[in-house]
T-cell receptor
Framework: DGGITQSPKYLFRKEGQNVTLSCEQNLNHDAMYWYRQDPGQGLRLIYY???????QKGDIAEGYSVSREKKESFPLTVTSAQKNPTAFYLC?????????????FGQGTRLTVV | DQQVKQNSPSLSVQEGRISILNCDYT??????FLWYKKYPAEGPTFLIS?????DKNEDGRFTVFLNKSAKHLSLHIVPSQPGDSAVYFCAASATGSARQLTFGSGTQLTVLP
């Protein structure tokens, strides 16, 4: 089955700690994205990558870091510099532009800072 | 500055009737529009899309209308079913933007049996 897998589904972090969220896809998509959802808000773009070994900041990249060493994988690290990390994190992938196409989403990771 | 706006946070509709969800955008560079459906604690699932060269796209019970001059799109669901109850997000992208999606804040649709 092709799809996007995010793990873990729930994650708890102590203040001051870095934590890494996993995202793997087997759709052979070039582009991958990380979004954050807060209650009552839409999805906001954190980082995106169009190709292996290249990634760009989105609208709210501060306090986050990513890597894209393999086409299938796009992990997101939430660093201690992120002031309000508690949120629902969504990873997505799509074929590379300029094609008009939808993005496919994983099931999300809920991160809670305790 | 919200480039994609969904001004109705919630909508209730009787089963069998039509649901109309609205979305406005401000960025004239957007040329591809999508609707996603989302259940709590799950990722959004794609519903339907429309390119800016069209003004209507239909897929079963779902129809999306695009009014470029008004920078407005809407999603019609007819007939509405209780399983349609979810949060609906409007999204848009632009050529040359790496196709990242800009999302609205969502509308919670409740279909009453």
């Amino acid at each position: 089955d092709g799809g996007i897998t995010q793990s873990p589904k729930y994650l708890f972090r102590k203040e001051g700690q870095n934590v890494t969220l996993s995202c793997e896809q087997n759709l052979n998509h070039d582009a991958m994205y990380w979004y954050r959802q807060d209650p009552g808000q839409g999805l906001r773009l954190i980082y995106y990558s169009q190709i292996v070994n290249d990634f760009q900041k989105g609208d709210i990249a501060e306090g986050y870091s990513v890597s894209r060493e393999k086409k299938e994988s796009f992990p997101l690290t939430v660093t201690s510099a992120q002031k309000n990390p508690t949120a629902f994190y969504l990873c997505a992938s799509s074929v590379r532009q300029p094609m008009n196409t939808e993005a496919f989403f994983g099931q999300g990771t809920r991160l809670t800072v305790v | 500055d919200q480039q994609v706006k969904q001004n109705s946070p919630s909508l209730s509709v009787q089963e069998g009737r039509i649901s109309i969800l609205n979305c406005d955008y401000t960025n004239s560079m957007f040329d591809y529009f999508l609707w996603y459906k989302k259940y709590p604690a799950e990722g959004p699932t794609f519903l339907i899309s429309i390119s800016s060269i069209k003004d209507k796209n239909e897929d079963g019970r779902f129809t999306v209308f695009l009014n470029k001059s008004a920078k407005h799109l809407s999603l019609h669901i007819v007939p509405s079913q209780p399983g349609d109850s979810a949060v609906y997000f409007c999204a848009a992208s632009a050529t040359g933007s790496a196709r990242q999606l800009t999302f609205g804040s969502g509308t919670q649709l409740t279909v009453l049996p």
